[in-house]
Protein backbone atom coordinates (compact mmCIF):
# COMPACT_ATOMS: atom_id res chain seq x y z
CA UNK A 1 0.00 0.00 0.00
CA UNK A 2 1.64 3.40 -1.32
CA UNK A 3 1.41 6.72 0.59
CA UNK A 4 -1.21 7.72 -2.12
CA UNK A 5 -3.71 4.82 -0.89
CA UNK A 6 -3.18 6.07 2.33
CA UNK A 7 -4.09 9.58 1.85
CA UNK A 8 -1.47 11.80 1.76
CA UNK A 9 -1.53 15.12 1.23
CA UNK A 10 -0.76 17.63 -1.80
CA UNK A 11 3.38 18.65 -1.55
CA UNK A 12 2.27 22.08 -3.43
CA UNK A 13 2.53 24.93 -0.28
CA UNK A 14 -0.52 26.23 0.54
CA UNK A 15 -2.52 23.13 -0.74
CA UNK A 16 -4.36 20.71 1.55
CA UNK A 17 -6.00 18.41 -1.17
CA UNK A 18 -5.77 14.86 -1.31
CA UNK A 19 -3.27 13.23 -3.72
CA UNK A 20 -3.91 11.68 -6.85
CA UNK A 21 -0.26 11.15 -8.36
CA UNK A 22 3.53 11.52 -7.57
CA UNK A 23 6.12 12.81 -9.60
CA UNK A 24 9.80 13.62 -9.05
CA UNK A 25 10.81 16.63 -7.39
CA UNK A 26 13.10 18.27 -10.15
CA UNK A 27 10.82 17.54 -12.97
CA UNK A 28 7.93 19.52 -10.68
CA UNK A 29 10.51 22.21 -9.75
CA UNK A 30 11.58 22.61 -13.60
CA UNK A 31 7.95 23.29 -14.17
CA UNK A 32 7.64 25.90 -11.69
CA UNK A 33 5.62 24.85 -8.98
CA UNK A 34 6.58 25.89 -5.66
CA UNK A 35 6.57 22.48 -4.02
CA UNK A 36 8.03 21.62 -0.03
CA UNK A 37 11.48 19.74 -0.49
CA UNK A 38 11.02 15.66 -0.62
CA UNK A 39 12.26 13.44 -2.81
CA UNK A 40 9.25 12.32 -4.29
CA UNK A 41 6.21 14.91 -5.12
CA UNK A 42 2.69 14.44 -4.46
CA UNK A 43 0.14 16.08 -6.42
CA UNK A 44 -3.60 16.84 -6.31
CA UNK A 45 -6.21 16.94 -9.20
CA UNK A 46 -5.73 20.26 -10.12
CA UNK A 47 -2.10 20.79 -9.54
CA UNK A 48 -1.10 17.31 -11.46
CA UNK A 49 -3.64 19.25 -14.21
CA UNK A 50 -1.32 22.39 -13.92
CA UNK A 51 1.62 20.06 -14.25
CA UNK A 52 0.68 18.59 -17.15
CA UNK A 53 -0.35 21.76 -19.33
CA UNK A 54 3.33 23.20 -17.87
CA UNK A 55 5.77 20.43 -19.20
CA UNK A 56 3.39 19.47 -22.14
CA UNK A 57 5.63 21.20 -24.74
CA UNK A 58 9.07 19.96 -22.47
CA UNK A 59 7.70 16.22 -23.12
CA UNK A 60 6.92 16.85 -26.57
CA UNK A 61 10.34 17.89 -27.22
CA UNK A 62 12.21 15.18 -25.27
CA UNK A 63 9.84 12.87 -27.33
CA UNK A 64 11.20 14.19 -30.49
CA UNK A 65 14.54 13.66 -29.75
CA UNK A 66 14.48 10.16 -29.02
CA UNK A 67 12.50 9.41 -32.30
CA UNK A 68 15.43 11.15 -34.49
CA UNK A 69 17.57 8.88 -33.45
Same mark, same amino acid.
Given at each position: ??????????????????? &??S????? &? +???????? +?Q??????????? +???????????? +? $?? $?????
Amino acid at each position: MGRIAKGTSCSVITCDEVA &VRSISTAR &V +EAVGLDVA +EQRRVYLCRRHYR +EYKKKSRTDSRL +E $RW $RWDAR
